[in-house]
Each structure stands twice: as C-alpha cells, then as structure tokens.
C-alpha cells in the first residue's frame, strides 16, 4: 500500500532535481560568459532625422552558447546629457534568441529634437555633445523558469549636425555683372548626413568701413560639405572705391535650422 505514495514522492523529487539542474545549466554560461551581447553604437549604427525626430537604428548581436534558448528579451535604453537629465527612454518589442548559435537582431529608438530644452537642442544642432547610453537587456530563459538581465553604460559622442562654418574673406571681391554691382562671398559649412537635402536658412551680411550695410537672406539645402557663395548688392561709389583703395572690410555668415542659429565672422583688409 505504500509503494504508490513512494513512487510519487519520488517523481516529486525526481522533478525537483530536473529543475535544479535546468536552472544551473541556465544559470551558468551567465556566469561563465557563454552567453554575450555586443552592442555597437558607433559601427553599423544608421542615424536618420525626419521634421525633428532623430531616428537610431543600431544591430547587435547575441551569442548564445546556452543550453536553452533565450525568450521575450526586452532592451531597455535611456539617453542622458551631460549633466545626467534624461533626453528620452523606451524599450524595443520582446526578441528571441535560439540557444547554441549567434542571433542578429536590430535596436530601433527616436526622440524628437523640439521636446529638449532649447540650449540643449542647439548644441546637438550645431556643437556636438557628449551623451550617456544606457542599454539594458532582460530576458526570460530555460523554458520561462528564470528571468536575467544585464545593463551597459557608456558615453557617446554626439557630432553637430551643422559644423565647419567658414568664411573666405581672401576670396572674397567686388563685381560688376553688367547690371549690379556687388560683393562676392565665398563661405562653406559641414551637415551631418542625416540632414542632408534639409532645408537651411543662410544669411551673410557685408559692412565696409564707411558705414554701408546690406544683408542678403536665402534658403539652402544641406549636402554634406557645402561650398558657395553669396552676392551681397552694394553701390556704385563703394565698388568703383574698392576698385582704386584699400580699406577695412566685415562680413557674418549665419546659419538657421530648428529655431537655432549659428553665426561667424570675418574681418579684412581688402587691397585692390
């Protein structure tokens, strides 16, 4: 009579030991590193920006030389400035990771440009900055029996998106084309490749040493390293002036995008 209550007694810890030992072999390439996650935001990592919203899409991977396959892993991430403020959170949608073999997976996150404080957006637009990356991963394993994670946290240098505002005052002259006189000046500028094709507000304004001003507004679209110039109209008298003497010539270059500007200037000795 009592060999059945034996018999379940024994399955019961029978089962128990099944379940120690599946944990610890989950357990352990934890411990022993047969299981990582290389996470690159530098490498393949696709940067793209859309009416403000800035889109990163980054692969990793993850080898998995567990026994079990990892299930439901969730990646966390969290972007902060310099000072530690939160620039945006989020998580990805649950992924899977097959036991014995490397699986290749995608992190996809957006913040929008125009929800950070406005100093801070302008330095992400034309300074550049130091970010904090935090990703973190967890993941249920061995048949939903135990949950683990792991978090990484590094810096990450954030490139301007507008860059290498240049003047070039000594390639700068008078002209005359038949119809208007005016002031050539030549200027360049460095945009990011996400913003390429992006519309942005120039505007150069020439001074000459007796008091004349003119500002000239124009709309361009970014590419990569752009070189133009710009000509600026002035009066006869300046013109045929410049054309017989030296004097002391200024001008400003400024870029505008997403409420933000930049602005550089030049001044010379122009020689005839």
Request: hydrophobic share 40%.
């Amino acid at each position: 009579m009592k060999l059945p209550l034996v018999a379940t007694r024994l399955g019961i810890i029978s089962v128990k030991i099944l379940v120690l030992i599946i944990i610890a072999l989950s357990i352990l390439p934890f411990l022993t590193g047969n299981i990582t996650v290389d996470f690159d935001t530098d490498g393949d990592t696709d940067w793209t920006y859309d009416d403000g919203v800035v889109r990163m899409t980054s692969p990793f991977t993850v080898d998995n030389q567990g026994f079990f396959d990892i299930n439901d892993m969730v990646v966390e991430f969290a972007l902060r400035d310099g000072n530690g403020d939160l620039i945006m959170d989020g998580q990805s949608v649950p992924m899977s990771a097959p036991a014995g073999r490397e699986t290749d997976l995608q992190l996809q996150i957006e913040f929008d440009l125009n929800d950070l404080p406005s100093d801070m957006m302008c330095d992400m637009v034309f300074n550049g900055t130091e970010l904090e990356f935090m990703v973190g991963f967890s993941a249920r394993y061995t048949l939903d029996l135990v949950q683990a994670g792991a978090e990484i946290v590094s810096d990450m240098e954030w490139d301007a998106m507008l860059s290498q505002m240049e003047i070039d005052e000594m390639a700068a002259y008078p002209g005359y084309d038949g119809m208007d006189y005016y002031m050539q000046i030549p200027y360049s500028f460095q945009a990011r490749g996400m913003v390429e094709g992006e519309p942005i507000l120039l505007t150069i304004v020439f001074s000459d040493s007796f008091g004349y001003e003119e500002e000239v507004v124009t709309v361009v679209e970014a590419s990569g390293y752009f070189n133009g110039y710009e000509r600026v109209p002035i009066p006869q008298e300046t013109y045929e002036r410049l054309m017989t003497q030296g004097e002391q010539l200024s001008a400003s270059f400024t870029l505008g995008f997403m409420d933000c500007s930049n602005t550089v200037e030049e001044s010379w000795w122009w020689s005839p």
